[in-house]
Each structure stands twice: as structure tokens, then as C-alpha cells.
């Protein structure tokens, strides 16, 4: 989305933007705060959806000035995008999960790109255990304080069951399966587990769709 803006994939997150209006009340819509995107395998692609979506947020706001985004790798195991923006061997959501929020724990996530992001950070003997607790509530909650919107990249459903802690605390869930490469029935147990988290509102992603595949 930085670099190629007007390319067919962007274009496609765009639609995805709007699609995801939500109804607000007293017939009102605006686009839900926290987003988590996790995926069935991590072929998926959601790393990919996350951060692009992050990024157009950021660049086109309802009055077109942008958005205040915030980008979490919470793929703890991971880490691809805390690799790709070169932050492997910095501090961040592992630490706030062993350690606990200071006053500034966010004022470390500023990139080249339009977004803040936090990364994985290195995870401790007890990260995980805190990750299924009050504390990843505390984080998310916040966040929201500070940002207009959180995207946040989860590990595959394969690989562990944290996607199901944040999607119980996201105003949207997306789900993004590989077009003719995530097998169905483990794209099925995963949407019907999601499915069972307080996740307000879930959407699947197809990804890799060729022009072929839609005649």
C-alpha cells in the first residue's frame, strides 16, 4: 500500500476498508478500532493484509488526513513482521506482557511508514502465560486511548491458540485463507472456533484469487 498505491491488491483492501463499517447505532457507521487478522496455516497471508490495511488506514481518514494506526505484532513465535520493519532486537509487546504498561510503552513505535508499530519484542518464560489474561486486555484497552485504530497480526491458528485471546477483545476479526491451499475443513474448525470468542463481528478473506477463479 506504501509503494505501490494504485496496484490491484491495494485497491482490493480498499473495498475491504469499507466493507468493514460497522453499525454504530442511531443509524450511524464507523469503522471499528481493533482489527485482528489471523489466518488457519501461516501461508495464509494475513501478515501481508494486516500490515497493508494498517497502512491505508493510517494514509485516508474519514476527512482525509489519516488516521492515528497502530500495528501490533502479536505473533509471538513468529515475529515475520517484526523482522521485515528490522526491530527483531527491540523491546515491545512480549516485554508488556512480562513486565506490565509504563507510562510511555508506546512511544518507541515510530517508522518510516504512516503507522506506529509494535513488535513482537522477545518473549520470556512466563509470556505466554500472561498472554491469556487481564494484562492483554490492559494493553489493547490502552491502545485505544491513544489510537484511532489497532490492527493487530496474530500467529496461525495452526501454530497456536492466541488469535482466539485477541479476537475475544476485537471489534472485527478477519480471517484469511490461501485460495486453493488452505484445506477447507481446517478453515472450517477455524472460523467455527473464532466463532465462539466475543468477537463482535468475523470476516473471511480470500486470498490469492485469480481473475479465473471468479468466471
Known amino acids: ?25 442511531a443509524g450511524h457507521e ?41 500495528l501490533i505484532d502479536a505473533d509471538l513465535r513468529n515475529r515475520s513482521l517484526t523482522q521485515a520493519f528490522g526491530m527483531a532486537d527491540q523491546a515491545g509487546l512480549s516485554e508488556l506482557l512480562s513486565n506490565g504498561l509504563t507510562a510511555n510503552c508506546f512511544d518507541r513505535t515510530e517508522t518510516a511508514l504512516p503507522v506506529d508499530f509494535l513488535p513482537a519484542g522477545t518473549p520470556q518464560p512466563d509470556t505466554f502465560e500472561k498472554l491469556d489474561s487481564a494484562r492483554t486486555a490492559q494493553i489493547l484497552r490502552e491502545a485505544r486511548k491513544k489510537y484511532q485504530v489497532i490492527v493487530v497480526d496474530t500467529p496461525a491458528i495452526s501454530d497456536a491458540a492466541d488469535a482466539f485471546v485477541f479476537a475475544g477483545l476485537a471489534d472485527v476479526t478477519l480471517t484469511v485463507a490461501r485460495n486453493r491451499k488452505t484445506p477447507k475443513g481446517r478453515l472450517i474448525r477455524t472460523i467455527s472456533a473464532l466463532a465462539r470468542t466475543e468477537t463482535k463481528k468475523l470476516h473471511l478473506i480470500l486470498n490469492s484469487v485469480e481473475e479465473a477463479d471468479l468466471k
Open 30 to 70: 464507523a469503522q471499528p478500532q481493533v482489527i485482528v487478522v489471523c489466518g488457519p496455516d501461516r501461508k495464509s497471508g494475513k501478515s501481508l493484509i494486516a500490515s497493508n490495511l494498517a497502512i491505508l488506514y493510517a494514509k485516508t481518514g474519514s476527512n482525509g488526513s489519516g488516521r492515528h494506526v497502530l
Open 1 to 25: 500500500a506504501e509503494h505501490y498505491p494504485m496496484s490491484a491488491v491495494v485497491e482490493n483492501l480498499r473495498g475491504l476498508r469499507s466493507a468493514l463499517l460497522v453499525n454504530s447505532g
